[in-house]
């Protein structure tokens, strides 16, 4: 098939810059820039920051196409940037995910100032991940910069990184609920009730909740650009803008969370597997996983402390570890990072309740099913919490699982017996007899209706089986 014979699928989530639109052609994702945006794209091409941001992996790979290549798409020029193995948003990753991201989007505006340029956008939303490493992947974002012209990105900034992290790290409110809630992030006065009397007085607060809040009631009618009039007439200059670019820098540096002591920090300890149980598990892992040949994405649901998803991706090129707990993730994204990992993204979602469609119509932000299309999904030790844990009917469970995976892909699952301690422990607390079909027999029955079985193991200890199976097979 040639690329004349592909559809053009257009991305629901880059409508909102008019100079610049994401698509998709097959494989590739590709960027159409009108005219300004092309003389925009043109000065950044041929700057060493373009180049040093390239080299250093912090700006996502983009090369502009030959017309020749493609369908005719409207615009002036059309980019190719790099396929990144998964989407996530801001709201499935954990605080140091989003202080990290915050810091790259700030280095990021720091450097292109010094070389002239700025970005027009502030917003969590520009970065993604490449396994615990962040990047920048808005490339409209940037353009030349005026002597005393305003960052015309800080609020966003502000709303979708900035906030968070301060709700987090001066209230210990975990931020996921709020960017999830508002595709546009928190709102200064949404923030202000909570930072009344001691608490106005935390760092980034005064300046960047009441001030600013202050400000933007005080200019709410006043266009842009006769608010950027104002500040040069103040004398605001690009030295300026550099300096509050570093004082933000050293305030979301010093912001962090104190990681809480909880079970499932310690889920290796107190999960009751036997060292038999844990070396036969890991070995069915590694072989299906293996078995699969050059996997381009793994799911591991319920990843916990990111054993097993350590495991594939040594099999395979990306793997997305989705835990619940933020605190788990964040410990698991901190010791990736430090590790310099580029294959296993963490995040924070919770299975029975995961990542919906958002935004504008539902679809500006892809909900986690629409992007979930793995080679390989790992459920381990997940389906009882489901099924028992959050009363999720088991045919709705392995239907769910098996969607995960893309048609012929691998679903590696582990059945917990009733009779098991955890199984027994969670039946503990719930009516006698409310779960009938929470049988093993009854769930090889489903898993055979949707899927072809190819092999299965008992755990040492009698009470857990494993199944690895072709999706659609």
């Given at each position: 098939?040639?690329?004349?014979?592909?559809?053009?699928?257009?991305?629901?989530?880059?409508?909102?810059?008019?100079?610049?639109?994401?698509?998709?052609?097959?494989?590739?994702?590709?960027?159409?820039?009108?005219?300004?945006?092309?003389?925009?794209?043109?000065?950044?091409?041929?700057?060493?920051?373009?180049?040093?941001?390239?080299?250093?992996?912090?700006?996502?790979?983009?090369?502009?196409?030959?017309?020749?290549?493609?369908?005719?798409?409207?615009?002036?020029?059309?980019?190719?940037?790099?396929?990144?193995?998964?989407?996530?948003?801001?709201?499935?990753?954990?605080?140091?995910?989003?202080?990290?991201?915050?810091?790259?989007?700030?280095?990021?505006?720091?450097?292109?100032?010094?070389?002239?340029?700025?970005?027009?956008?502030?917003?969590?939303?520009?970065?993604?991940?490449?396994?615990?490493?962040?990047?920048?992947?808005?490339?409209?974002?940037?353009?030349?910069?005026?002597?005393?012209?305003?960052?015309?990105?800080?609020?966003?900034?502000?709303?979708?990184?900035?906030?968070?992290?301060?709700?987090?790290?001066?209230?210990?409110?975990?931020?996921?609920?709020?960017?999830?809630?508002?595709?546009?992030?928190?709102?200064?006065?949404?923030?202000?009730?909570?930072?009344?009397?001691?608490?106005?007085?935390?760092?980034?607060?005064?300046?960047?909740?009441?001030?600013?809040?202050?400000?933007?009631?005080?200019?709410?009618?006043?266009?842009?650009?006769?608010?950027?009039?104002?500040?040069?007439?103040?004398?605001?200059?690009?030295?300026?803008?550099?300096?509050?670019?570093?004082?933000?820098?050293?305030?979301?540096?010093?912001?962090?969370?104190?990681?809480?002591?909880?079970?499932?920090?310690?889920?290796?300890?107190?999960?009751?597997?036997?060292?038999?149980?844990?070396?036969?598990?890991?070995?069915?892992?590694?072989?299906?996983?293996?078995?699969?040949?050059?996997?381009?994405?793994?799911?591991?649901?319920?990843?916990?402390?990111?054993?097993?998803?350590?495991?594939?991706?040594?099999?395979?090129?990306?793997?997305?570890?989705?835990?619940?707990?933020?605190?788990?993730?964040?410990?698991?994204?901190?010791?990736?990072?430090?590790?310099?990992?580029?294959?296993?993204?963490?995040?924070?979602?919770?299975?029975?309740?995961?990542?919906?469609?958002?935004?504008?119509?539902?679809?500006?932000?892809?909900?986690?099913?629409?992007?979930?299309?793995?080679?390989?999904?790992?459920?381990?030790?997940?389906?009882?919490?489901?099924?028992?844990?959050?009363?999720?009917?088991?045919?709705?469970?392995?239907?769910?699982?098996?969607?995960?995976?893309?048609?012929?892909?691998?679903?590696?699952?582990?059945?917990?017996?009733?009779?098991?301690?955890?199984?027994?422990?969670?039946?503990?607390?719930?009516?006698?007899?409310?779960?009938?079909?929470?049988?093993?027999?009854?769930?090889?029955r489903l898993l055979a209706a949707r899927c072809r079985v190819e092999r299965q193991r008992d755990l040492p200890s009698g009470t857990?089986?494993?199944?690895?199976?072709?999706?659609?097979?």
């Open positions: 098939m040639t690329t004349a014979d592909l559809r053009i699928r257009v991305e629901p989530g880059s409508f909102r810059d008019p100079a610049s639109r994401v698509f998709h052609l097959g494989d590739q994702v590709l960027r159409g820039l009108g005219p300004q945006a092309t003389a925009d794209w043109q000065a950044l091409a041929a700057s060493d920051l373009f180049a040093a941001l390239l080299a250093e992996g912090k700006l996502c790979g983009t090369e502009p196409v030959d017309p020749a290549t493609l369908p005719d798409t409207g615009w002036t020029t059309v980019l190719r940037h790099d396929r990144l193995p998964f989407v996530s948003h801001p709201y499935e990753w954990s605080f140091g995910m989003l202080r990290d991201a915050a810091l790259l989007h700030l280095e990021i505006l720091r450097r292109a100032l010094e070389a002239g340029f700025t970005t027009r956008d502030g917003s969590a939303y520009n970065l993604q991940w490449r396994g615990a490493t962040p990047v920048f992947i808005d490339i409209g974002s940037f353009a030349p910069c005026g002597e005393g012209e305003p960052w015309a990105g800080y609020r966003q900034f502000c709303q979708t990184l900035l906030y968070p992290l301060l709700l987090q790290a001066h209230l210990g409110l975990d931020f996921q609920p709020w960017l999830r809630a508002r595709v546009d992030g928190i709102e200064a006065d949404q923030l202000r009730p909570l930072f009344r009397g001691v608490r106005r007085l935390l760092p980034g607060v005064p300046t960047h909740v009441h001030l600013h809040g202050a400000m933007q009631a005080r200019h709410a009618e006043a266009s842009s650009s006769a608010v950027a009039a104002q500040l040069r007439d103040a004398g605001y200059s690009r030295r300026l803008a550099l300096a509050t670019v570093r004082r933000l820098e050293r305030l979301v540096r010093r912001l962090d969370r104190r990681v809480d002591g909880g079970h499932w920090l310690d889920y290796q300890r107190t999960c009751g597997y036997t060292a038999a149980d844990r070396a036969g598990k890991e070995s069915f892992v590694a072989e299906a996983v293996a078995a699969c040949g050059s996997a381009r994405l793994v799911l591991d649901l319920g990843a916990n402390d990111g054993r097993y998803a350590r495991i594939a991706a040594r099999h395979a090129a990306a793997v997305v570890a989705v835990e619940q707990d933020p605190a788990v993730v964040d410990t698991l994204y901190r010791t990736l990072r430090a590790e310099g990992d580029r294959r296993i993204l963490p995040l924070v979602m919770d299975l029975a309740d995961p990542s919906p469609g958002g935004g504008w119509r539902g679809v500006e932000r892809a909900g986690f099913a629409a992007r979930a299309q793995a080679d390989v999904v790992l459920a381990l030790a997940v389906v009882h919490h489901l099924a028992i844990g959050r009363n999720v009917p088991l045919p709705e469970v392995v239907d769910q699982l098996v969607a995960y995976a893309r048609p012929g892909g691998r679903l590696v699952v582990e059945f917990v017996h009733p009779e098991d301690a955890m199984a027994r422990r969670l039946l503990a607390n719930k009516p006698a007899g409310i779960f009938p079909d929470y049988r093993r027999d009854e769930f090889e857990r089986t494993l199944y690895q199976a072709v999706v659609g097979g």
